[in-house]
């Protein structure tokens, strides 16, 4: 289902939680929408569903208004993360729910039901009570809940927040395969970026209310717009005057320009191996530490600018000791604008 929202905003009294939002979701994409707490997420996702009136904008599904439309009348299905199953009935009848209430036949309904339990890989746990099931099972039995009654739009509120790493890893990729075989337009909201990056289509990114970005995952980590989604995607570290950069001075003669730096835009080495090149930092090492699969090293350059570099395998280099450090892109913002300069 093709999603168009429009000049959405939501007040709670004097509070102004979502502002101005837009945005359009094509069919059988899975969107994430991720943002700090309170950023306005959970009151858009309500509002999609019908439990939450906007005070102004406009929300379509197909082309049509449904603004008007009750949430039983919308075509959603819901995900949460603390699995509302049903205690007191088996993985067969919380999965059958909907289908009950929608007075779907007996033999239709067991057929569906049957073809959600292997769909969700739940064979052999029919008959089971939700107590004697795993949290990834729980979850797993939610999503076929939510399927059974064939939504139009799928709502995942952090759907596994309250399960822990590794299983959730393995119910991101699961979750990923299920909604490409179902086909069906979902929005996944999460806290993780993680997680948003590696499950979603495209992403939008809320911050007190306004959507400050939405596009794939690679495009906003490669051209985020402005600087808090800059520094929300990915690590960074955040300069505030690019001039006092060597390489970066007439960028930043205009106005003032703050400047964003990843950590794969800086090299840093010993004295010699930059002595060719004219444009490199003195530096001091702060720190290095190993994150599992690669290294990072912290360096202070100039007075307090405390940049990171990353480095696959350990680098010759001691907390103390005096670098280059050669920076050779950065992301430029100047209030409206963002662009990328490179140093080279
Ligand atoms: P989280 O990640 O913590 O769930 P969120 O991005 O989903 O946050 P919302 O739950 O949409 O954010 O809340 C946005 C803002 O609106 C918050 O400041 C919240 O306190 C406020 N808010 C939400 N619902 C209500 C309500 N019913 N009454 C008053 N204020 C509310």
Partial sequence: MHIEVRGLNKHFGDFHAVKDVSFDIAKGHLIGLLGPSGGGKTSVLRMLAGLEQPNAGEIRFHGELVNHLLPQERGIGFVFQNYALFKHMTVFDN????????????????????????????????????????????????????LAPEPQLLLLDEPFAAIDAKIRQELRSWLRELIERVGITSIFVTHDQDEAIEVADEIMIMNQGRLEQKGTPWDIYKEPTTPFVASFIGESTMIDDVSELKGFEEAGTETKTRALIRP?????????????????????????????????????????????????????????????????????????????????
């Fill in 264 to 344: 794969e835009y800086i090299e840093v080495g010993d004295a010699h191996e930059f002595k060719m090149l004219s444009v490199t930092e003195e530096g001091i090492v702060h720190r290095l530490h190993f994150r599992g699969s690669e290294w990072m090293v912290e360096v202070e350059v100039g007075s307090h600018k405390l940049m990171t570099y990353r480095s696959l395998e350990k680098p010759a280099l001691t907390p103390g000791q005096k670098v280059r450090v050669l920076v050779h892109r950065a992301y430029l913002f100047n209030h409206e604008r963002s662009w990328m300069e490179e140093n080279r």
């Fill in 95 to 146: 999965i059958a729910f909907g289908l009950k209430v929608k007075k779907v036949s007996k033999p239709a309904l067991k057929e569906r039901v049957m073809e959600l339990v292997e769909l969700t890989g739940l064979s052999g746990f029919e008959k089971r009570y939700p107590h004697q099931l795993s949290g990834g099972q729980r979850q797993r039995v939610a999503f076929a809940r939510a």
